[in-house]
């Protein structure tokens, strides 16, 4: 009858919720052993001047290959991360690991000006926190005087004057702050007229439409014609084709990055593709 078939339902959606919910809380308990034995990685993706083609700096990514699930996308365990309170401990792996790395590479304040590490919404909404981020970062030597953090325009939506007081106080230490993904937030304009931001980078998703829609193509001028009147360095995330990079280049950005002019690699691949 339709009692015992709805209670069937029932049974079998709990037993495919629970576990999901198992699922999820190995993945969690995996991502804490992943943090505290030190087994996320870190890559560099390049950010070019589009006027010489020249690295200006990198951008941090952090890496985790999971023992049975192999790579795990950021875009899946950063937000886990977030919602169980790792978020910090991963920034500090993050800045510890590109330090070293960097740090022997020989190539800060001589191939590279900045180092750009993306820091999460619950993170830098947090003053405490991002205190204690930026003063670890002071301690690394190699990277107090060329640290740039990443944050996405939503995690500055809920509350201006708490992200004004934490922009300068970031500020005031030697970093410097940039936009991340800028454009797909609520935020855009209502932030560029109260907070002091060092750049913003052009979310991907209006860069890959440049060639072939004109609505797009009228976004990226707008931002990069306001970006320039505010005295802000402007960069176009995720170009992909020679064909994008021409027409950016023709819009006067100041910079860009995307995996048609560098792939974000481990840090001995950087080295050689910064070489040449
Ligand atoms: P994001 O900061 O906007 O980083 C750009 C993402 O786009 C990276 O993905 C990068 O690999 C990818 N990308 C770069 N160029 C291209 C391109 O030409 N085409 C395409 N399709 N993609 C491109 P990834 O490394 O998977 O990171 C995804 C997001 O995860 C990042 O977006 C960032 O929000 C977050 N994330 C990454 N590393 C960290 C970290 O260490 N801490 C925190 N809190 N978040 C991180
Ligand atoms: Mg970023
Ligand atoms: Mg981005
Ligand atoms: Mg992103």
């Given at each position: 009858g339709i009692a015992k078939e709805t209670k069937n339902a029932i049974q079998f959606h709990d037993k495919a919720m629970t576990e999901k919910a198992l699922q999820r809380r190995q993945m969690i308990i995996d991502l804490q052993k992943a943090i505290s034995?030190?087994q996320l990685?870190?890559?560099?993706?390049?950010?070019?001047?589009?006027?010489?083609?020249?690295?200006?700096?990198?951008?941090?990514?952090?890496?985790w290959n999971h023992g049975q699930h192999g790579f795990i996308s950021p875009d899946i365990f950063i937000p886990l991360a977030e919602e169980n309170g790792l978020s910090?401990?991963i920034?500090?792996?993050?800045?510890?690991?590109?330090?070293?790395?960097?740090?022997?590479?020989?190539?800060?304040?001589?191939?590279?000006?900045?180092?750009?590490?993306?820091?999460?919404?619950t993170?830098?909404?947090?003053?405490?926190?991002?205190?204690?981020?930026?003063?670890?970062?002071?301690?690394?030597?190699?990277?107090?005087?060329?640290?740039?953090?990443?944050?996405?325009?939503?995690?500055?939506?809920?509350?201006?004057?708490?992200?004004?007081?934490?922009?300068?106080?970031?500020?005031?230490?030697?970093?410097?702050?940039?936009?991340?993904?800028?454009?797909?937030?609520?935020?855009?304009?209502?932030?560029?007229?109260?907070?002091?931001?060092?750049?913003?980078?052009?979310?991907?998703?209006?860069?890959?439409?440049?060639?072939?829609?004109?609505?797009?193509?009228?976004?990226?001028?707008?931002?990069?014609?306001?970006?320039?009147?505010?005295?802000?360095?402007?960069?176009?995330?995720?170009?992909?084709?020679?064909?994008?990079?021409?027409?950016?280049?023709?819009?006067?950005?100041?910079?860009?990055?995307?995996?048609?002019?560098?792939?974000?690699?481990?840090?001995?691949?950087?080295?050689?593709?910064?070489?040449?």
């Open positions: 034995s030190e990685t870190v890559v560099y993706q390049p950010k070019y001047t589009l006027s010489d083609q020249v690295a200006s700096g990198v951008e941090v990514l952090v890496r910090s401990a920034s500090k792996l993050v800045v510890k690991k590109s330090s070293q790395e960097l740090g022997q590479s020989g190539l800060l304040g001589n191939k590279i000006k900045h180092v750009a590490v993306n820091v999460s919404a993170e830098f909404n947090n003053a405490d926190k991002m205190y204690k981020l930026t003063q670890f970062i002071l301690t690394q030597s190699t990277l107090a005087t060329c640290m740039r953090i990443e944050i996405t325009e939503t995690a500055t939506l809920n509350d201006m004057k708490k992200s004004l007081s934490i922009i300068s106080n970031l500020q005031a230490s030697g970093l410097t702050f940039s936009v991340d993904d800028f454009g797909t937030g609520y935020t855009s304009l209502a932030m560029l007229k109260d907070l002091t931001v060092d750049e913003i980078k052009i979310d991907r998703s209006f860069v890959s439409e440049i060639e072939h829609d004109p609505r797009s193509r009228t976004i990226v001028n707008a931002i990069i014609a306001m970006a320039k009147s505010f005295n802000i360095n402007v960069v176009a995330e995720g170009v992909e084709t020679a064909e994008q990079l021409q027409a950016l280049k023709a819009m006067g950005c100041q910079e860009a990055q995307g995996y048609y002019l560098g792939r974000p690699m481990p840090i001995k691949d950087l080295v050689l593709h910064l070489q040449n």
